[in-house]
């Protein structure tokens, strides 16, 4: 079982531009949330994507987007980049019912220049 | 709205007991969750608290009381590996939606 795989693991890029993160979740899972993580502070959830749908947001603009496919992998899309932007970018899945342990990737560390 | 309270940092020498504890606002509360992070490295689920009272697993145990909006992590026999972040998180509905503390960074000394 590979876990959680998040690609890339790096990433810089120029202010302004767009950026696109990838996670597939663990084998057996269907719902991905995505989350992003400043430097020394806890992970804020950006939103969770379930049957091909988001679910749940969290308190981001409208820069940020998502999608589900069909076999349960997920994208994070990133417009209009700003500085503030840089952080880690983790990538969660569990269950959608019944499941209270969620598994995290290695996340992608993104710069924004 | 919401916020989870816990300490920024603590330290300790190897073998000694620790405990995190975590305070918590929130509309809507299904449980608490812990969860490990070393630096670069992921976030690793601890252990996960929905009702009153204690959970063991090994060296950790969590508690949590809901009337009081509080619970802890407890490490015991710290050993060097350790060393790392601990965040306690709340559920508050289905989906595993997961709502962080700022967390709390534990070095353990020799």
Known sequence: DAGVTQSPTHL???RGQQVT????PKSGHDTVSWYQQALGQGPQFIFQYYEEEERQ???????FSGHQFPNYSSELNVNALLL?????????????????E????????LTVV | GQSLEQPSEVTAVEGAIVQINCTYQTSGF???SWYQQHDGGAPTFLSYNA?????ETGRFSSFLSRSDSYGYLLLQELQMKDSASYFCAVIKA????LTFGGGTRVLVKP
Not at chain 1, 102 to 109: K, L
Request: hydrophobic share 30%; charged share 20%.
């Open chain 1, 21 to 24: 993160l990838r996670c597939s």
């Open chain 2, 51 to 55: 009702l009153d009272g204690l959970e």
């Open chain 1, 84 to 100: 503030g932007d840089s952080a880690l970018y983790l990538c969660a899945s569990s269950t959608f019912q019944g499941n209270t």
């Open chain 2, 94 to 97: 289905a989906g595993n939606k």
């Open chain 1, 102 to 109: 969620a598994f995290f990737g290695q996340g992608t560390r």
């Open chain 1, 57 to 63: 947001r969290g308190n981001f603009p409208d820069r």
């Open chain 2, 30 to 32: 299904y449980g608490l």
């Open chain 1, 12 to 14: 810089i890029k120029t």
